[in-house]
């Protein structure tokens, strides 16, 4: 078999313009097409990554956020626990002043009506007192008893002071005479020891009345100025210490 060189150059020929028309046509486009894909893939991967990255920025900041949530929430509940027990804490003290309140009023109550009692079972124990001092004082009134306190009396008046003795002479400067009274007439001395005392007292007469309510004893009055020293007075005495707490 002979080579056909001229059918041999035309093959090449047509196989050239094959390798053109394909690579014009067909390689160029599919290349293309082939990049824009690739181009497309890449787009797609970096906006994925960056989606990803972003997605991770989301669930950092989220984590975070859970975190500071976390820890609000602890301290929230920290001042939360703090707030009540400062309420507890002002509610018992209230509770607790309310009682010493009502234990200090029952207390004074209870001290108030120990003390009307004492004061009841005082006032029953001087008025006995009374009763029997007045009795026993009663029977022992007379002209001696009274003659023995007129004399204790004057006995006091000698030792006063020179200066409560001056105040008492000017005191009755403008008298005319000093009243004597007793539950019982003098006797003459017992008289005269009275005259002579009030007369270096005072620097007066005296004048005599008889009172029956000092039951025994003498009362000396000279002007604003008056001394008693009698049953009746030592039974007063024994019945003003009732009134005091």
């Known amino acids: 078999m002979e080579l056909d060189w001229t059918t041999f150059l035309l093959e090449i020929i047509n196989f050239l313009v094959l390798v053109w028309i394909l690579t014009h046509f067909l390689f160029r486009p599919v290349l293309g097409i082939i990049a824009q894909r690739r181009q497309s893939i890449e787009d797609t991967i970096a906006q994925t990554k960056a989606a990803q990255a972003e997605a991770d920025a989301l669930k950092s900041r989220y984590e975070s956020r859970l975190e500071d949530w976390e820890k609000e929430k602890s301290v929230a509940r920290e001042a939360q626990a703090r707030e009540l027990e400062a309420q507890r804490k002002a509610a018992l003290a209230a509770q607790q002043a309310a009682l010493d309140d009502e234990r200090r009023k029952s207390e004074s109550l209870a001290a108030h009506a120990v003390r009307k009692q004492k004061e009841a079972d005082l006032?029953?124990?001087?008025?006995?007192?009374?009763r029997f001092t007045g009795a026993l004082l009663g029977r022992l009134k007379g002209p001696e008893v009274e003659s023995a306190i007129i004399r204790m009396v004057l006995s006091d008046l000698e030792t006063l002071p020179p200066s409560r003795r001056d105040a008492l002479h000017d005191a009755a400067r403008e008298l005319d005479a000093v009243t004597i009274l007793t539950a019982f007439a003098p006797g003459n001395d017992l008289k005269t020891s009275i005259d002579h005392a009030v007369a270096d007292l005072?620097?007066?007469?005296?004048?005599?009345?008889?009172d029956d309510h000092l039951v025994a004893g003498i009362r000396i009055e000279s002007g604003a100025w008056q001394v008693e020293a009698s049953l009746a007075s030592e039974l007063e005495y024994f019945k003003s210490p009732g009134t005091s707490e």
């Open 123 to 130: 006032a029953d124990a001087i008025a006995q007192g009374v």
């Open 202 to 210: 005072f620097g007066k007469p005296t004048t005599y009345r008889i």
